[in-house]
């Protein structure tokens, strides 16, 4: 009976967490393509915005704190942060290499429509494929290959065909240099995740999803602290004030 309850408990948080991630999947690029189709430019701000909730991881690592202290032996140690250094230091890297991936993905949007965009993003799971395999030592199936030769077609037929979806007035180079780094976020989050499930294996510790969470929260506040060190390198923390007064939806207070 118990391992029924915790099956269904690890359903559900999977339905969740699906849930939520396609939520932000779905609404984070169009949130940003109309940043920068009424006026915005601030790409920093835009790469920051992708990591910047991060905070809110907090909520289901104190829910798992709580859970663990109405559970467990009372003369056990109960941490609020479990995670040890080397994964820490693994989870910090990653995280840097997220907040340049955040730069190549809003860099795109600022270039591309949508849709253009989100074909070419969704190519990853074609480089997924091939770093799982090198990483993991994931084996290619039916399933997976078929699905990235169809997404690889699609990005290829886009590419040759893209003329109509153009924003208008958009230079030729700017366009083909927002395909470009599209396609680079596309592979460095390819990357990403293999690593991920790579660090998971090579971790000394049990993985929990207290666990994950807490490497989740480290990745994301080390890639929103990269992408803070780039808006003051590119002086956008003075430029956002002028660019809400000229935001052509209106200024937000």
């Given at each position: 009976?118990?391992?029924?309850?915790?099956?269904?408990?690890?359903?559900?948080?999977?339905?969740?967490?699906?849930?939520?991630?396609?939520?932000?999947?779905?609404?984070?690029?169009?949130?940003?393509?109309?940043?920068?189709?009424?006026?915005?430019?601030?790409?920093?701000?835009?790469?920051?915005?992708?990591?910047?909730?991060?905070?809110?991881?907090?909520?289901?690592?104190?829910?798992?704190?709580?859970?663990?202290?109405?559970?467990?032996?009372?003369?056990?140690?109960?941490?609020?942060?479990?995670?040890?250094?080397?994964?820490?230091?693994?989870?910090?890297?990653?995280?840097?290499?997220?907040?340049?991936?955040?730069?190549?993905?809003?860099?795109?949007?600022?270039?591309?429509?949508?849709?253009?965009?989100?074909?070419?993003?969704?190519?990853?799971l074609a480089f997924t494929a091939v770093f799982a395999f090198l990483l993991?030592?994931?084996?290619?199936?039916?399933?997976?290959?078929?699905?990235?030769?169809?997404?690889?077609?699609?990005?290829?037929?886009?590419?040759?065909?893209?003329?109509?979806?153009?924003?208008a007035n958009e230079p030729n180079r700017e366009y083909i240099l927002g395909?470009?780094?599209?396609?680079?976020?596309?592979?460095?989050?390819?990357?990403?995740?293999?690593?991920?499930?790579?660090?998971?294996?090579?971790?000394?510790?049990?993985?929990?999803?207290?666990?994950?969470?807490?490497?989740?929260?480290?990745?994301?506040?080390?890639?929103?602290?990269?992408?803070?060190?780039?808006?003051?390198?590119?002086?956008?923390?003075?430029?956002?004030?002028?660019?809400?007064?000229?935001?052509?939806?209106?200024?937000?207070?």
């Amino acid at each position: 009976m118990m391992h029924f309850v915790n099956l269904t408990k690890r359903k559900a948080l999977l339905v969740i967490n699906c849930i939520i991630l396609a939520i932000g999947n779905c609404g984070g690029p169009l949130i940003a393509r109309l940043y920068f189709i009424n006026g915005g430019n601030r790409i920093w701000f835009s790469s920051w915005l992708e990591t910047a909730g991060c905070p809110i991881i907090l909520l289901p690592i104190a829910c798992a704190y709580m859970h663990r202290s109405r559970t467990v032996d009372p003369t056990s140690e109960n941490k609020f942060f479990y995670m040890e250094r080397p994964l820490f230091l693994a989870a910090v890297v990653l995280g840097i290499i997220t907040g340049l991936d955040n730069y190549l993905y809003a860099y795109g949007l600022s270039r591309l429509p949508v849709s253009t965009a989100s074909l070419i993003i969704a190519s990853q799971l074609a480089f997924t494929a091939v770093f799982a395999f090198l990483l993991v030592k994931q084996k290619f199936t039916a399933y997976s290959i078929n699905a990235v030769f169809l997404l690889s077609i699609g990005a290829g037929l886009l590419a040759l065909h893209s003329s109509s979806d153009r924003p208008a007035n958009e230079p030729n180079r700017e366009y083909i240099l927002g395909f470009v780094m599209t396609l680079a976020a596309a592979v460095f989050y390819a990357f990403i995740m293999p690593l991920v499930e790579l660090t998971f294996k090579k971790a000394k510790q049990e993985i929990s999803y207290a666990l994950v969470m807490e490497i989740q929260l480290v990745m994301c506040f080390v890639a929103t602290v990269v992408c803070t060190v780039g808006m003051l390198a590119n002086n956008d923390f003075n430029v956002i004030r002028r660019e809400a007064r000229e935001f052509e939806l209106g200024e937000t207070k």
